[in-house]
């Protein structure tokens, strides 16, 4: 690990020793603890070597304006390492563990990850908190702490099958309950009890720990000691299990009624507890005058999944403290900040208005008064013949991006393409009602677990050249070292770097997976969930084409490249569970034919996460973004690949227009149709004329029913089948897969004979690591910052871990 010179240098050095720690842990010395012990000790130790900064930061942030950060997922990964790094512990630490006669890496992996996200959306959230965290801004994260995650991915026969993710079963040291600030949800069938747990977000080099706040769902009667005692046992914990239900799985199954019922359930669950809390805080802190409720509170709902906060926040200023409507509601329009992340009308949240009635009636009371009182400013402003589109109940169901777009201050895209995308599109009449709240927040990720955590050779590398590693809080700095790019000296330890990093992924892959990979190859990446728009289904076809090229003697085999998948489906989403079948058969195929198994493989990573994430992305060299233009709103995966020098290749969508912009277009791989020229391509296209005209298409568009691939009776390739040709004419290939393979083909091609100038291709991999400076989320946080939340940057000072102990929070 590089040194820490960025480091305030007004904080005291760190002094930190673990064992005793561990020994109350394990009950042994510390050399004989087991890894895990081993691990929860040293956690333990983080937790205490940093809890008079937290205790001191959550008691200054409370007492003036805040932000509250309000989403479904948080996908954090493991907490120790990071902590360990942005506490500047790390490399004490590594030198105690060596004492002990440990590794590190070892104790490390034997951690968890505290998998509460399924993709971007989560990452994206964990990345602007440990940006908050080291910018000493005053912001607090909230969501659910489920307890098995998204779900454990396992695959058998090549089928994806979900199991529980029990990853806080032995303890997680990195939560801490708060029992004392536990609130009280109330649904209209049942009532329970929202219990927080917080997990600190450290900053790196700063004083300050920022929290994330996860509300555990509790029975307030779990166990019934009368139908116990008469014999009916699961009846006497029938309330416990109803309510742990909610915090029990991110993203349940909502195909049925009862799966939509609870996953309505678990979205105001959260809301409503982390707005109790927020209110409880202003109270105490500001007394019963609520007319300032908005100068001290902002909150930013990710996605539509924390929408219904505007009408719960209102029912709260309405119901327990006695607001007239026109105050409340100023509250409310002056509280909140909503993030749209997607471009896709259809993927926009409703629900059907009798779930409403049946969970929350007083809910959906307010949300028709809110909708009522918009339709009356329509016809105010001489607009009502827009009423329709932007009612908030039509045809029985409840629009919750409508509801944010009526409530919120602010509305923002995540890339610039993405926001002139909703403006003229996706939410084109709230921009024609009000232009003045759209806004764009490029995403961004932390180059602290994206690049100097996961990529230790590259970072040192970095601060080597910069003579310090001020980059790691200002990525921008690494500008100044474009013109390092023309040093053959630096470009060929940049390749020593890449041929490591690629060593140490095929080590863990063999010890995690049983798989063995040649690290001389060429890494071809695609890593992200698994949806249709995201074309992971043209990835496999071109690797299907390019095998059958190989074996006709029309293409060569060499380089040798490894081609490297992870996702999850979700479990109802057939069609995409589809694909991880024929990703899996497809590799089945290549990877046991004597013709290719030694230059061509395919590897598809069981349980990919976040953990997996930091194996993989220092080892890639390309990086595959090829969603359909104009369906990815950002996409956060391709600025951590550009971050660590694997080159993208791409659609002209999303982050990818941002990263060609920078990077310029002799340095990254754009193809396929644009977005603007779709309407126009569509109005004329037709897939089975792509079969005949596109050499080689039909033969593996084929292989899906022909034989030469087996779904085991599945059907489920007959399907992929049918989805890209048969329909009504402009229902078939919807995300234009055929449509687009001959130019993915042609510009995938030309991209791996480009690997063979070593010197060029490493220059362009140069230019894209010192260019990423703008896709940090420093800046993304900073953008928000000055343009929606206001906040006044609060580093904690001596003074501030010097007050009053007993002073509570």
Not at 486 to 508: G, S
Not at 543 to 570: C, N, Q, T, W
Request: net charge negative; with cysteine; hydrophobic share 40%.
């Amino acid at each position: 690990m590089p040194t820490r010179a960025s480091r305030d240098s007004s904080i005291p050095a760190p002094s930190f020793s673990p064992t005793a720690q561990i020994q109350a842990i394990s009950g042994k010395p510390v050399w004989a603890a087991t890894r895990s012990e081993y691990w929860h000790g040293l956690s333990e130790a983080v937790i205490e070597h940093l809890a008079d900064a937290w205790h001191a930061s959550n008691r200054r942030y409370r007492k003036g304006r805040m932000q509250h950060y309000f989403s479904s997922e948080f996908l954090m990964g493991r907490a120790l390492e990071n902590n360990l790094v942005n506490l500047g512990l790390y490399e004490s630490v590594q030198e105690q563990v060596r004492t002990h006669g440990r590794n590190l890496t070892d104790i490390l992996e034997s951690g968890p990850d505290a998998n509460l996200g399924n993709g971007g959306l989560g990452r994206l959230a964990a990345c602007f908190l440990d940006s908050c965290a080291s910018l000493n801004l005053p912001v607090q994260g909230y969501g659910i702490l489920y307890r098995y995650g998204l779900f454990k991915q396992i695959f058998r026969d090549g089928f994806q099958v979900e199991k529980p993710d029990p990853w806080m079963e032995e303890g997680y040291p990195f939560l801490i309950r708060r029992e004392e600030e536990t609130c009280v949800v109330r649904f209209h069938d049942m009532t329970v009890l929202a219990v927080p747990y917080d997990m600190p977000i450290t900053g790196y080099g700063t004083r300050n720990v920022n929290t994330l706040r996860l509300w555990k769902a509790e029975s307030p009667d779990p166990f019934n000691y009368d139908m116990f005692n008469a014999q009916q046992f699961s009846a006497a914990i029938l309330e416990r299990e109803k309510a742990a239900d909610i915090s029990r799985v991110l993203y349940p199954n909502d195909s049925t009624r009862a799966g939509k019922l609870l996953r309505l359930r678990q979205q105001y669950f959260f809301v409503s507890a982390s707005l109790q809390g927020m209110v409880a805080n202003h109270a105490a802190q500001h007394g019963p005058d609520f007319s300032t409720f908005a100068a001290y509170n902002c909150v930013q709902l990710n996605d539509t999944h924390p929408v219904l906060a505007v009408p719960e926040l209102l029912r709260l200023l309405l119901d327990e403290h006695h607001l007239s409507w026109d105050d409340a509601w100023g509250a409310v329009t002056h509280c909140f900040a909503y993030t749209n992340h997607t471009t896709l009308a259809e993927a926009l949240e409703t629900w059907e208005l009798d779930l409403f009635d049946e969970l929350f009636p007083r809910i959906l009371e307010l949300v028709r008064e809110i909708d009522r009182r918009l339709h009356l400013e329509l016809q105010t402003r001489r607009m009502a013949d827009r009423a329709g589109a932007l009612a908030l109940i039509t045809k029985n169901r409840v629009h919750m991006a409508r509801i944010a777009c009526r409530a919120a201050y602010s509305i923002n895209g995540v890339a610039a393409m993405h926001t002139e995308i909703i403006k003229r599109d996706t939410l084109s009449d709230w921009y024609a009602l009000w232009p003045e709240k759209f806004n764009n927040k490029t995403n961004g990720v932390t180059p602290r677990r994206w690049l100097r955590l996961c990529n230790p050779r590259l970072s040192s590398l970095l601060s080597e050249l910069s003579g310090d590693d001020r980059w790691v809080t200002d990525l921008s700095r690494l500008n100044e070292l474009e013109a390092q790019g023309e040093d053959p000296a630096v470009l060929a330890r940049l390749d020593a770097i890449k041929q490591a990093n690629k060593a140490d992924f095929a080590d863990w892959l063999l010890r995690r997976d049983a798989i063995r990979v040649r690290p001389d190859a060429i890494f071809d990446v695609q890593i992200k969930r698994l949806h249709e728009y995201k074309r992971q289904l043209m990835n496999a076809f071109y690797i299907l084409d390019l095998y059958f090229r190989v074996k006709a003697g029309e293409a060569s085999a060499d380089p040798a490249r490894v081609f490297i998948f992870g996702a999850k489906a979700a479990p109802g989403y057939h069609l995409a569970k589809a694909v991880i079948k024929l990703v899996n058969e497809v590799a089945r195929q290549v990877n046991n034919d004597p013709a290719t198994q030694e230059h061509l493989q395919v590897v598809f990573i069981a349980n990919y996460n976040a953990s997996a994430a930091e194996k993989i992305i220092p080892a890639a060299d390309i990086s595959e973004q090829i969603s359909l233009a104009g369906k990815e709103a950002s996409g956060t995966g391709n600025m951590k690949f550009m971050m660590n020098g694997a080159l993208t290749l791409g659609t002209y969508d999303g982050a990818n227009v941002e990263i060609a912009e920078a990077v310029g277009m002799d340095h990254i791989y754009i193809f396929g149709a644009r977005e603007e020229e779709l309407p126009a391509l569509r109005r004329q296209y037709n897939p089975w004329q792509q079969l005949e005209a596109v050499p080689g298409l039909k033969r593996v568009v084929s292989a899906l029913t022909d034989g030469t691939l087996d779904d085991q009776g599945s059907g489920l390739f007959a399907a992929l089948r049918s989805s890209l040709l048969e329909g009504e004419p402009g229902q078939r290939d919807p995300y234009y897969v055929l449509g687009d393979f001959a130019a993915y083909r042609e510009a995938r091609d030309r991209m791996i004979r480009a690997t063979a100038d070593r010197q060029d291709w490493h220059r362009s991999c140069w230019r894209n690591i010192v260019r990423s400076g703008r896709f940090s989320s420093d800046r993304s946080m900073l953008d928000y910052n000055r343009d929606i939340w206001h906040l006044e940057p609060k580093p904690l000072s001596t003074q501030d871990l010097e007050e009053n102990p007993h002073d509570p929070v």
